[in-house]
């Protein structure tokens, strides 16, 4: 049992260095932290190293919890494919594909609730 646990830890770490998942998980720190004052999201930002450390960890966490060995072992196996590495390196610009096309209709629903649709 210990041996399992040892190994998808591994394998979680293995996901970490082949995937963007760290960058996102920084992106959402910053981004969450957006209410806080110029100079202090400044420093946030400049603390990216320790702040990517601490999110390796939380990362890492969760992956051990939410997914398998052989989820997280499929996962790395793909992932380091040509195909894999494609896959992710399109991923950016799907997403934000993603944001600027659904917009839109987050304008429109925020009006319909809002009550202002159709308002000029």
């Keep these: 049992m210990a041996n399992d646990e040892g190994r998808k830890r591994r394998l979680a770490r293995e996901y970490l260095t082949c995937t963007p998942i760290r960058e996102v998980a920084v992106q959402q720190v910053l981004w969450r932290a957006t209410h806080i004052a110029p100079e202090a999201r400044q420093r946030l930002v400049e603390s990216r190293p320790k702040l990517r450390q601490d999110v390796d960890q939380v990362v890492l966490d969760l992956l051990v919890e ?6 997280l072992d499929h996962q790395v196996q793909w992932m380091t494919t040509r195909l894999g590495r494609s896959w992710l390196d399109k991923q950016p610009a799907f997403w934000t ?12 629903t925020i009006g319909d609730i809002e009550g202002t649709e159709g308002v000029a």
């Design 97 to 108: 594909g993603i944001g600027t096309a659904i917009q839109p209709l987050v304008q429109r």
């Design 66 to 71: 939410h997914f398998t060995i052989e989820e």
